[in-house]
């Protein structure tokens, strides 16, 4: 009876019903005050609802009872980490994979906290070990390559990329980024699998990257749309294409009658519901549901969208479609480098960049007349500024004129 109602216990845990999974363990340890499975898994919930110094001791009075408990080191690892304890994080992990050295969870945790300590060459090391034990464990590969990359060695990266595609072929991430570091199989744009997994993932700790890169997109063209149009007026149908999490929200709300987003990601979409700024928010591809909108807005803005589209023909005739006559167009690209005869090109990050000639032509072809395509700086990476053009471009039927360079 007691094996199956601690199994009933964990059971309920998995699931997120932490009340009942607390009483279980509770009523337990009042039977058996020496419960190793009580006292371990009840640590790790109090941790989940805050109380880390009880999770500790939890923690530590399981493991006095059962000191070989790979799976209470792990945990303990994990407790420790939260409180920022890197060096008893570390000792609980090495515990953890000492008493059970094919746990390759406890490893790939291992891996994550010499990352943190910016000890990369170890979490290579642990990582790959990772791997040795399960060719398959999620995330792995992209660590390996991102670190790799970290450390000044783009070609192991690429080949990482590589060998993970080939490990999971219907791993859109892992094909995706294949791509990019091969210049085989390029798609034409990022397919719709890979921006919801890259961003779901991303969206709780999405606002503080973007600060952490200094990101200026968004603040860049809202100013250039202010000197083109009637901007600050509470009257505009706007939509903010790729919205994400929000961020340039804000800054179209005092010229919004109504704001709209839209985006792929629901985990970006719930974080730009919490601003409570849109009139509306839309889980929807945005070509296909700028076409479903046909004439609904005076002006359409995406900061960082189209980097995730090579070829640029759809998208631009869709907002076409979508603008009102005499609407705007506002967009972000990457931009090729001075000089570069590329139409587009798929990089090592995942993104697109784009040539000036090629954003001026498929601007013309969707009848757009284009205002303003202004170089500019989008973000920093790696200490770097990324480089980018900031386009503006008007629903007209007259022939598109010419924009300043």
Request: with cysteine; net charge negative.
């Amino acid at each position: 009876m007691a094996a199956r109602t601690i199994e009933e216990a964990i059971e309920l845990h998995q699931r997120g019903r932490l009340a009942e999974a607390e009483a279980i363990y509770v009523d337990l340890l009042r039977a058996q005050r020496e419960h190793v499975d009580a006292l371990h898994y009840l640590g790790v919930l109090r941790q989940q609802l805050g109380h880390h110094d009880h999770a500790l001791e939890l923690l530590r009075r399981a493991l006095e009872l059962a000191p070989r408990n790979a799976e209470a080191w792990n945990n303990l690892g994990n407790i420790r980490l939260a409180g920022q304890d890197l060096t008893g994080a570390e000792a609980a992990y090495l515990s953890a994979t000492q008493f059970k050295p094919e746990f390759a969870a406890a490893w790939f945790n291992l891996g994550n906290l010499y990352r943190r300590m910016q000890r990369r060459e170890e979490a290579v090391r642990v990582y790959r070990h990772v791997l040795e034990l399960n060719p398959r464990f999620p995330g792995a590969y992209e660590k390996i390559a991102l670190l790799l990359q970290r450390l000044g060695q783009p070609e192991l990266a690429g080949e990482t990329f590589r060998r993970w595609f080939a490990v999971e072929p219907d791993n859109p991430i892992a094909r995706h980024m294949a791509a990019a570091w091969s210049d085989q199989n390029v798609p034409a744009r990022a397919d719709d699998a890979f921006v919801v997994t890259m961003f779901d993932r991303f969206a709780e700790n999405f606002d503080q990257a973007l600060t952490a890169l200094n990101y200026s997109a968004p603040g860049t063209l809202v100013s250039a749309l202010s000197e083109a149009i009637a901007f600050g007026e509470r009257r505009l149908d706007v939509l903010d294409a790729g919205c994400g999490t929000g961020w340039s929200g804000p800054l179209l709300r005092s010229s919004a009658r109504r704001l709209v987003g839209v985006d792929l990601s629901a985990g970006m979409l719930a974080k730009a519901r919490q601003r409570a700024i849109y009139d509306e928010l839309h889980e929807a591809e945005l070509v296909a549901f700028m076409r479903a909108h046909p004439g609904a807005f005076d002006v359409i803005f995406a900061t960082d969208t189209l980097n995730y589209f090579g070829e640029l023909g759809d998208v631009m005739a869709a907002a076409a479609v979508a603008l009102k006559a005499g609407g705007t167009l506002a967009v972000s690209l990457e931009a090729e480098p001075p000089g570069s005869v590329e139409t587009f090109r798929l990089h090592g990050h995942g993104r697109y960049s784009h040539g000036v000639a090629y954003v001026r032509e498929t601007i013309a072809t969707a009848g757009l007349a284009l205002l303003q395509l202004e170089p500019g700086v989008i973000r920093k990476e790696a200490g770097a500024d990324v480089p980018g053009h900031f386009v503006l471009a008007k629903s007209v039927s007259a022939k598109s004129v010419s924009g300043r360079t």
